[in-house]
């Protein structure tokens, strides 16, 4: 079975300071890796995704991700935030059982910018 | 239009009325997605169908009705709900009905936030 686990469900930085949110997963199989935004009244949107391609993935938005197989971790940076940047932040993984593709999320971490 | 559109995107209701949320894709994918966002809990997903078929319904109370007329669209029916239905209800779709589609991810529409008085 597959999981993630987010760590910190709030985390502050100032404007222009290194962004890092992380995220754990938990798979029986190689992952298949995601991460999401959500602003304010919004759906959520993909930011990036990992799919065994390379271990450093690039996103929208300046933000990047860093697959460790050795430490289970697909950990978000950003190196230099923006006020724009806050909203809150979902780390998925993809399973598949009874036939069908599933998307399993952590539980968010929210991430406010302040000047 | 293209991705993923919700109507309405506000909906206050009374415990007994009877409403629907609706969902379409504008991207030829094959699965969809219910989900359910409350404040301080993590995304719950409600239904899958994938090539139109219910494929998962995640304990989910019977005053939730999904329906699925084709590919493009779904549907949520709602009746006689509870105050702690009140939530954003998110839709999703995704083209990957098999194994070998695992790197395809799922595209969300903005929401209906939903408030039962």
């Known amino acids: 079975a597959q999981s993630v686990t987010q760590l910190g469900s709030h985390v502050s930085v100032s404007e222009g300071a290194l962004v890092l949110l992380r995220c754990n997963y938990s798979?029986?199989?190689?992952?298949?890796l995601f991460w999401y935004v959500q602003y304010p009244n919004q759906g959520l949107q993909l930011l990036l995704k990992y799919t065994s391609a390379a271990t450093l993935v690039k996103g929208i938005n300046g933000f990047e991700a860093e697959f460790k197989k050795s430490e289970t971790s697909f950990h978000l940076t950003k190196p230099s935030a923006h006020m724009s940047d806050a909203a809150e932040y979902f780390c998925?993984?993809?399973?598949?059982?009874?036939?069908?593709?599933?998307?399993?999320f952590g539980a968010g971490t929210r991430l406010a910018v302040h000047p | 239009e293209t991705g993923v559109t919700q109507t309405p995107r506000h909906l206050v209701m009374g415990m007994t009325n009877k409403k629907s949320l609706k969902c379409e894709q504008h991207?030829?994918?094959?699965?969809m997605y219910w989900y359910k966002q409350s404040a301080k809990k993590p995304l719950e997903l409600m239904f899958v169908?994938?090539?139109?078929?219910?494929?998962e319904n995640n304990s989910v109370p019977s005053r939730f009705s999904p329906e699925c007329p084709n590919s493009s669209h779904l549907f949520l029916h709602l009746h006689t709900l509870q105050p702690e239905d009140s939530a954003l209800y998110l839709c999703?779709?995704?083209?990957?009905?098999?194994?070998?589609?695992?790197?395809?991810?799922?595209?969300f529409g903005d929401g209906t936030r939903l408030s039962i008085l």
């Open positions: 169908y994938s090539l139109e078929e219910r494929v």
């Open positions: 998925a993984v993809r399973g598949f059982s009874g036939g069908y593709n599933k998307l399993i």
């Open positions: 991207l030829g994918h094959n699965a």
């Open positions: 798979s029986s199989v190689p992952p298949y």
């Open positions: 999703a779709s995704s083209q990957d009905s098999s194994p070998g589609q695992l790197n395809q991810p799922q595209h």
